[in-house]
């Protein structure tokens, strides 16, 4: 009797185990279900934001390779002086201001010409900081200088992260440097999170901040929640300090 038992019981057990394992594994699937489910809808309304601004950003620089002025003003750059690239600076500054600032009502925060050799000549968002190398940086930068095509995708910088729209320019049939605006990913976060039942953060290697970012601008970052290794944008990240161009 007490050996019926026992067999009795472990089948028990082991119908019990095999039905555990079998609910268990099944969960499992179901949750992996959903969840590639929703990571798949999240994929797919980022590929749409990313393309809407793609949109407006060739919007906003093609209208910039159209302008006479502009292309004559910044054509003369690679070729002078510092001091004559200076009044230069200044003059491109002045005339595309009122531009600058109506982009940023469109949660665009960034425009930013650069030299055919890379160099930075001009920050609309840091007007006084200009002329450092972005060669190793920003490779969206080199690409565009290099191959004369549009760059576009997510690059941190000297100062801001964000997703780039880098595009060639040139004047008189010459290739003279090329103009980027960009995004902010927390502009695509607030997008996704206004058509999605999601919330979003962002987060961002420490080590990519300390290499790229200009010492006076980590400030921007703080220590992410989640991991110890990452940095997390300040909610005031997206000011823009009003500094004027001298």
């Given amino acids: 009797m007490a050996k019926k038992i026992i067999i009795t019981s472990i089948f028990i057990l082991l119908i019990e185990s095999i039905f555990f394992f079998w609910a268990y594994t099944n969960y499992i699937d179901e949750e992996n279900k959903y969840l590639q489910t929703k990571t798949d809808e999240l994929e797919l309304r980022y590929t749409k934001i990313f393309d809407m601004y793609s949109v407006s950003a060739n919007l906003v ?7 006479e002025n502009i292309l004559q003003i910044f ?15 200044k003059e491109l500054y002045l005339e595309l201001l ?4 109506y982009m940023q009502k469109s949660n665009y925060r960034q425009l930013h010409f650069h030299l ?16 450092d190398d972005l060669t190793k940086i920003r ?3 080199r690409f565009a200088n290099e191959t004369q095509k549009i760059a576009k995708g997510f690059e941190e910088g000297r100062i801001f992260n964000g997703f780039r ?18 995004v902010s990913f927390k502009a695509i976060i607030a997008q996704i999170e206004e058509h999605s039942n999601v ?21 921007n970052y703080q220590n992410s929640l989640l991991n110890n290794f990452f940095y997390k944008e300040k909610k005031d990240y997206l000011k823009i300090k009003s500094k004027k161009i001298k």
């Fill in 165 to 182: 729209y880098v595009f060639p320019l040139s004047y008189n049939n010459e290739h003279i440097g090329t103009v980027e605006t960009s």
């Fill in 139 to 141: 490779s969206t930068v």
């Fill in 75 to 89: 054509s003369q750059a690679k070729d002078v002086d510092s001091m004559r690239r200076v009044a230069l600076r």
């Fill in 116 to 131: 055919p050799d890379n160099r930075s000549f001009l920050r609309f968002h840091r007007p006084r900081k200009y002329g």
């Fill in 98 to 101: 009122p531009y600058y600032q």
């Fill in 199 to 219: 919330i979003c953060d962002f987060m961002i290697n420490k080590k990519i901040v300390s290499q790229k970012v200009f010492d006076s601008e980590q400030q």
């Fill in 61 to 67: 620089c093609g209208a910039i390779n159209t302008k």
